[in-house]
């Protein structure tokens, strides 16, 4: 089977469609390269964009489009919700099949180069990828956005892993690292109770003596609010487990669940899994002749979910 | 408020009553002392005592009951299911009350110390006392059983912590130590299907992506199957979650769970947190004004307790 790898780069321009448009052109109709979201979220001012294919081609795609946005977006002129230092801020590659995490750690430094190299914008390294503990995670290294990031540049503990210690004038700098896949997943709490919700969160998760695998906090939607959460190994610890520990901590607080949603891509071994639960199997061998339709039927019923359809399983893709 | 610890020391008599009764007679209308079980069983032939109190007089008084033991026990002459290299096989100090580990791991040096001037016992100190890592677990000091125990010291390796390296004729060797206080909570579960058992177990702990501060297995009993846990720490991972959890994964085998148990001492707080979730209280401040009984029964109904008495609540006693 060939090497699968998934890109999520995130670009600090969520209003203008016509420029989403022209930025996201050269990840549409390339061999071996499928562009499977495209998100632009006006609040935001950022727009998040998926895809996934072959390594060299999804790199190579991906520092065409990082050239458009760096020549379209002016960061001097950029207001929204979300913090960012970079006209592309982030760019998160992902091992999917058949890729190790150094492989894509490898691709990541190749895909830095070039954007260094092709379009002077200096590149931090995070996540697996980072060259030193401070710089694996985001935050840190985007702790004083793009107004702040030309100062920030000077002193020696953040020179760029690539480029000079310069910003880019209009396109700031840029985040390109690997990160290991996990599923992000939020459940529906019929309530305004914020602190109901950051109870369930905590007591889901990992470091609240929850689950291994769960990282999860609490999120204030306009009528309901969500737990929030990323699953990083759903092989350890199921995504029904963290469904029906919320539904067991709610009752608690007398909170319905009403829905739940997964973001971005989820592979078909992981709704296999759930499914299995659900139809009382003891393992999801059964489930092999199982189609993609079926699979997310049960998987939809047993988790209430929202906005689910086929192209959010790798495997459509692919 | 006072200091308290708890000591459960391993005996190796589980059949002669009497024998048992003088050694466990030193514990016995002791001030600050309080003999809270003596579980002999004659197929281990062994008998586990629980004391709780404040340190300096339980240290003494376990003093001299592992003494009556030492002279009481032979060895050379026990037969039994449970492994064992001592008259006297582990003694076990458990901070409860204002006592720090570093405190009860001093408390149980003292006891090694005592133990091994006055009888002639080695003594290896083990868990939260033990002086090199390959002596913190109890069955690394304990491969070899009695039988085997007298070559074991001759290895420089397995130089006793106290005394020489020879072991006590017919009273062996014995661990002390100290070792956090833990929760030990069996779920029955209405089945036979140990391979179900072991997956639910597997489902709930840590290890296998489960809860942070449970540790557990499979138990076959005679008539049913139980998960069999210990809470490690019950302020973090709530009792509540670890029942609810078991419930939840056993549906997908259609097993009833049908009752659950705590082995040995629980406190007060313990039983606060279990109940202040199934009466739908945010925290277990309102339940400062319950009664131990009160507690008990919304616990026990709830969890389906069985063998439950307010005896097993170490407030009860201090």
């Known amino acids: ?30 061999e071996h390269v499928k562009l499977v979201g495209v998100e632009p979220d006006a609040i935001y001012n950022r727009t998040v964009v998926t895809v996934i294919g072959e390594p060299e081609a999804v790199k190579q795609a991906i520092v065409q489009a990082i050239g458009i946005a760096t020549k ?31 492989e894509t750690v490898v691709l990541s430094k190749e895909c830095a180069q070039l954007v260094s190299d092709l379009y002077d914008v200096p590149v931090f390294l995070y996540n697996q990828s980072a060259t030193s503990p401070e710089r694996e995670k985001l935050p840190n290294i985007r ?18 892993d690539y480029g000079k210690n310069e910003i880019h004038p209009t396109a700031g700098v840029v985040a390109i690292g690997c990160r290991p896949f996990l ?16 109870y369930i969160a905590k007591a889901i998760r990992l470091t609240g003596g929850g ?5 999860a906090g609490p999120a204030v939607m306009a009528d309901f609010v969500q737990v929030t959460m990323n ?12 469904f029906e520990a919320v539904k067991m901590e709610a009752q608690r607080f007398d909170i319905k669940i009403t829905g ?3 973001i971005g891509l989820v592979p078909r071994a992981c709704l296999e899994d759930i499914a299995a639960y659900y139809l009382k199997m003891r393992d999801s061998q059964q489930l092999a002749t199982y189609s993609l339709e079926e699979l997310s039927q049960v998987v939809s019923e047993n988790l209430l979910l929202r906005g689910f359809s086929l192209d959010k399983i790798i495997e459509y893709h692919v």
């Open 1 to 30: 089977m060939n090497k699968i790898v998934e890109c999520v780069p995130n670009f600090s321009e969520g209003q203008d469609l016509e420029k989403i448009a022209r930025i996201v052109a050269p990840l549409k109709n390339k």
């Open 72 to 102: 379209e977006i002016d960061l001097n002129h950029h207001q929204g919700e979300h913090k960012r230092m970079g006209a592309t801020d982030v760019v998160p590659f992902i091992p999917i099949r058949n890729m190790s995490i150094e």
């Open 143 to 160: 702790k004083g956005e793009f107004e702040g990031m030309a100062a920030k540049l000077k002193d020696p503990q953040w020179y760029p």
């Open 183 to 198: 599923i992000a997943y939020n459940i529906d709490c019929q309530t305004m109770d914020k602190e109901a919700c950051a």
């Open 211 to 215: 689950y291994q695998c769960i990282q």
């Open 231 to 242: 699953v990083t190994d759903f092989t350890r610890t199921s995504v029904y487990r963290a």
């Open 260 to 262: 739940s949603e997964f």
